[in-house]
């Protein structure tokens, strides 16, 4: 089945710090998201980018479909921005389920 | 809309027993999943329904039923709970096509 490989996994920054979060997978998809974990479990639905570039906010995402990855940055992080993020791809089957990376843990610090 | 539910939010099982997680979608989503996290990893797919009545496994089935009579539901229920079923069980829909929305999660622990 098809591989999802995050980069990279661990992360640690000061607050006001740039990053990107990179998201490798190994066959075409039809569905790209990326999401945020917070400290208290909840998953947070940030990007639906299955190719193309969006932005909201500090945050903004580029999914390259014929390359196969996509990348997430996060600029003048903050403390709140803590916690693991998730990329997740679908494929044409199993009703376009998402088949989750291992994610990238990211602590910020004041 | 109130989205993605799931009850309850917690809760503690003894080996052998069962119970049936809840998960409703007021967004007439004809897709629906069910998810578990294990610690330190990301999710995987337990079972998947493309609309009411049709129901199919996802790649960690084992342990685990569904059922579909209604487009809004769509509950998950454990038989004879074991401890590897010590999980987050996270409930998602989505529209055809379009981003999955989740819901809060219920964090099971079987001891």
């Known amino acids: 089945g098809i591989q999802v490989e995050q980069s990279p996994p661990d992360l640690i920054l000061q607050e006001g710090a740039n990053s990107t979060l990179r998201c490798n997978f190994s066959?075409?998809?039809?569905?790209l998201q990326w999401f945020h974990q917070n400290p208290w479990g909840q998953l947070i639905n940030l990007f639906y980018?299955?190719?193309g570039t969006k932005q909201n906010g500090r945050l903004s995402a580029t999914t390259v479909a014929t390359e196969r990855y996509s990348l997430l940055y996060i600029s003048s992080s903050q403390t709140t921005d803590s916690g693991v993020y998730f990329c997740?791809?679908?494929?044409?089957?199993?009703?376009?389920?998402?088949?989750f990376g291992k994610g990238t843990t990211l602590s910020v610090s004041s | 809309n109130a989205g993605v539910t799931q009850t309850p939010k917690f809760r503690i099982l003894k080996i052998g027993q069962s119970m049936t997680l809840q998960c409703a979608q007021d967004?007439?989503?004809?897709?629906m999943y069910w998810y578990r996290q294990d610690p330190g990893m990301g999710l995987k797919l337990i079972y998947y329904?493309?609309?009411?009545?049709?129901?199919d496994k996802g790649e960690v089935p084992n342990g685990y039923n569904v059922s579909r009579s209604t487009t809004e539901d769509f509950p998950l229920r454990l038989e004879l709970a074991a401890p590897s079923q010590t999980s987050v069980y996270f409930c998602?829909?989505?529209?055809?096509?379009?981003?999955?929305?989740f819901g809060p999660g219920t964090r099971l622990t079987v001891t």
């Open positions: 329904s493309v609309g009411a009545g049709i129901t």
């Open positions: 967004m007439n989503h004809n897709y």
């Open positions: 998602a829909s989505r529209d055809r096509p379009g981003e999955q929305y």
């Open positions: 066959d075409s998809v039809n569905n």
């Open positions: 997740a791809v679908g494929v044409n089957q199993a009703g376009t389920a998402l088949i």
């Open positions: 980018i299955p190719s």
